[in-house]
């Protein structure tokens, strides 16, 4: 009887740590995606603030993903020297201040540098986040990765929904300097308790850490899976980063709605993705993860055909919900499985190829929309989600546990 209630306590005390950990990061996940939601909403207003082309306009966001690309392997370095947490704090402070940015470039050249910081912040802050999340899934030893990308797409809607409301009545500087302000004060506030908490050790960290905290080598084999799964990322990210920025120009400007319907379409896409990873580690303990990618795939492809294709506004907005669902769940269980293979480096390659996607895909939609048009660049992601479970389906045997 005195050992264990010797031992209870200590138990007690490391599950209240989890769960507050587990609050925090949830706080920071949110906080990126209302954050980069609040940029590309305004878009289409500083597309016309800057007289830029769809091609001008897709090299200029290309900006975004440079900055992004060049920082997620230096961020993975940085958290495994400084720890995943005080980086990503600082990354979600620099986010916060550069999204201010954009609204004052009056030319294609300036918008693209402005983007460029905005996008080294943007990537540095998702690699650290998920660097963190992945090491507090293992030791929760629970499939729990959707809930914190869930409350990315759930930041995702509310950034969208709010700049859907006030497009008509705040000019894009006002309404991104508010947003930077909340930024700011979330990050502060949260990145306190974030900085007090450190997670515990666990048997999958144990495995990929040496006995003094260092890396091990990794092997061909688990380099090759990891950017495997960084394929997987890239595949589904890809239509994230399609319908964030150019869901909204596509319904207002080839279906003519109106400027708030439009800022709606990525609203519902955010909340279908947000209601699919929420439910996302039941689907996994009951599914299984060849099975969730396969499905999930699946299901995107057909809802972008509809969501691209569709002669009227609602059949889009219908066909970007299920397209939602369907993407909810890849990303997540492709960045965990490569955090679970080799550590924050192997966090830090599958983001840089997912969010390569991510922020790759737009600047392709633009050049393919000035070659066709954007409703045939946005079958794009239909074929890259269908590619992305053809891969789940493939490497099955790597994706079980």
Request: charged letters at 10%; proline letters at 5%; hydrophobic letters at 50%.
């Amino acid at each position: 009887m005195p050992l264990i209630n010797k031992t209870a306590p200590h138990n007690v005390v490391t599950d209240r740590s989890l769960t507050r950990l587990r609050i925090v990061l949830t706080t920071f996940f949110a906080l990126d995606g209302f954050v980069f939601a609040g940029w590309v909403v305004r878009i289409p207003a500083i597309k016309h603030q800057t007289g830029a082309s769809s091609g001008a306009l897709g090299l200029a966001l290309l900006g975004v993903s440079a900055g992004a690309v060049i920082t997620m392997m230096l961020t993975g370095r940085l958290c495994r020297r400084f720890g995943s947490h005080p980086v990503t704090v600082a990354c979600a402070v620099l986010m916060s201040l550069s999204v201010v940015l954009p609204p004052h470039a009056h030319s294609v050249p300036v918008l693209g540098l402005v983007l460029l910081l905005f996008g080294a912040a943007y990537g540095g802050a998702n690699v650290a986040m998920n660097s963190a999340a992945v090491d507090l899934v293992a030791a929760l030893r629970r499939p729990v990765m959707p809930s914190f990308h869930a409350a990315y797409s759930l930041g995702g809607m509310l950034g969208a929904g709010l700049g859907g409301l006030i497009a008509g009545h705040l000019s894009p500087a006002r309404h991104l300097f508010a947003i930077a302000v909340i930024g700011l004060l979330v990050a502060g506030v949260a990145g306190r308790a974030l900085l007090r908490e450190a997670v515990p050790p666990s048997p999958d960290r144990s495995r990929r850490e040496g006995p003094v905290g260092k890396p091990r080598v990794e092997t061909r084999a688990v380099r090759g899976l990891v950017v495997v799964f960084g394929l997987i990322a890239l595949c589904t990210a890809y239509g994230e980063g399609a319908l964030a920025d150019w869901g909204a120009l596509h319904l207002e400007q080839d279906l003519s709605a109106h400027p708030g319907t439009a800022a709606a379409g990525y609203s519902c896409f955010a909340l279908a993705m947000t209601i699919g990873r929420l439910s996302g580690t039941t689907l996994l303990e009951r599914l299984g993860r060849t099975r969730t990618l396969v499905v999930g795939g699946t299901t995107a492809s057909l809802g972008m055909l509809l969501g691209s294709l569709a002669p009227s506004v609602w059949a889009a907005l219908l066909g970007f919900a299920v397209t939602g669902l369907g993407l909810a769940n890849i990303f997540p269980v492709a960045i965990e499985r490569a955090g679970a293979l080799a550590g924050a480096s192997g966090v830090a390659i599958a983001s840089t190829l997912g969010y390569g996607g991510l922020l790759l895909g737009p600047p392709a939609i633009g050049f393919m929309a000035d070659w066709y048009s954007l409703p045939t660049a946005l079958t794009s992601v239909a074929v890259l989600a269908a590619t992305a479970a053809l891969i789940g389906f493939a490497t099955r045997r790597a994706a079980v546990g």
